[in-house]
T-cell receptor
C-alpha cells in the first residue's frame, strides 16, 4: 500500500506570493491533517479534514487555508507569503478515529525569500 | 501550561544499550492518546508506538516500549538494544479533547545520538 505523498517536495517563493501544497493520503484513509514545522516553534497543528469537512483548526491566521476533495486528497494554500512562513509542511493521514495513529508524508519544504 | 513537555535537550547512548526518552503531559480529559514519533534527518515522521489512557498495560512494539505512569502524567519511551539507525529526533504527542477541540499536540522533541 502506498504511503502518504506530498507534492512538491521543495518550493521557493517570494514574499507576497501564494502557494498551494498537495497531499494524497493512504488509500482508505479519510482524515488528513496538516502541520507546520519550524526550528523555533516546533510542530504546530494547522488543520484537519475529514470527509471533505474541516474538523478542527489550529491557531494560524486566515492566510492559511485548506480543503479536501471527495477522494480524500487535500490541498493547503498560503496566501500573501511572509518570510516566517518558511517551514517544513507535513501532511498526515489516518483512518479517521481521533486515536488512530497518523501516518506522515515526507513533507514539503517551503522557502520564502 | 504546556501540554507536552520534553526537557532533555539531547541524549547520547552507546550502541546496543537501552535508552529512555522522557515525556510528561498535561490534560484534564479522562480519555486521551499518547504517541511517539521518530524523525530522521530526512524529515519524515515515523509512527513508533501508541498508548491509550485507558490501556492498563504498557504498550510495546518490538524494541520500543512506553513506560506509562498515569498518576505522574508521564509517558516515557524506552528503546532497547539501540542501533545506529535510531539516531534521530523523537517527538512525544498527545491527542485529547473531543470533536472540534481534538487535535494532536507535539512536544519540542529530543535528539538521540547513538554512538558506535
Amino acid at each position: 500500500k502506498a504511503g502518504v505523498t506530498q507534492t512538491p517536495r521543495y518550493l521557493i517563493k517570494t514574499r507576497g506570493q501564494q502557494v498551494t501544497l498537495s497531499c494524497s493520503p493512504i488509500s482508505g484513509h479519510r482524515s488528513v491533517s496538516w502541520y507546520q514545522q519550524t526550528p523555533g516553534q516546533g510542530l504546530q497543528f494547522l488543520f484537519e479534514y475529514f470527509s471533505e469537512t474541516q474538523r478542527n483548526k489550529g491557531n494560524f491566521p486566515g492566510r492559511f487555508s485548506g480543503r479536501q476533495f471527495s477522494n480524500s486528497r487535500s490541498e493547503m494554500n498560503v496566501s500573501t507569503l511572509e518570510l516566517g512562513d518558511s517551514a517544513l509542511y507535513l501532511c498526515a493521514s489516518s483512518l479517521g478515529s481521533a486515536y488512530n495513529e497518523q501516518f506522515f508524508g515526507p513533507g514539503t519544504r517551503l522557502t520564502v525569500l | 501550561a504546556q501540554k507536552i513537555t520534553q526537557t532533555q535537550p539531547g541524549m547520547f547512548v552507546q550502541e546496543k544499550e537501552a535508552v529512555t526518552l522522557d515525556c510528561t503531559y498535561d490534560t484534564s480529559d479522562q480519555s486521551y492518546g499518547l504517541f511517539w514519533y521518530k524523525q530522521p534527518s530526512s524529515g519524515e515522521m515515523i509512527f513508533l508506538i501508541y498508548q491509550g489512557s485507558y490501556d492498563e498495560q504498557n504498550a510495546t512494539e518490538g524494541r520500543y516500549s512506553l513506560n506509562f505512569q498515569k498518576a505522574r502524567k508521564s509517558a516515557n519511551l524506552v528503546i532497547s538494544a539501540s542501533q545506529l539507525g535510531d539516531s534521530a529526533m523523537y517527538f512525544c504527542a498527545m491527542r485529547d479533547g473531543t470533536g472540534a477541540n481534538s487535535k494532536l499536540t507535539f512536544g519540542k522533541g529530543i535528539t538521540l545520538s547513538v554512538r558506535p
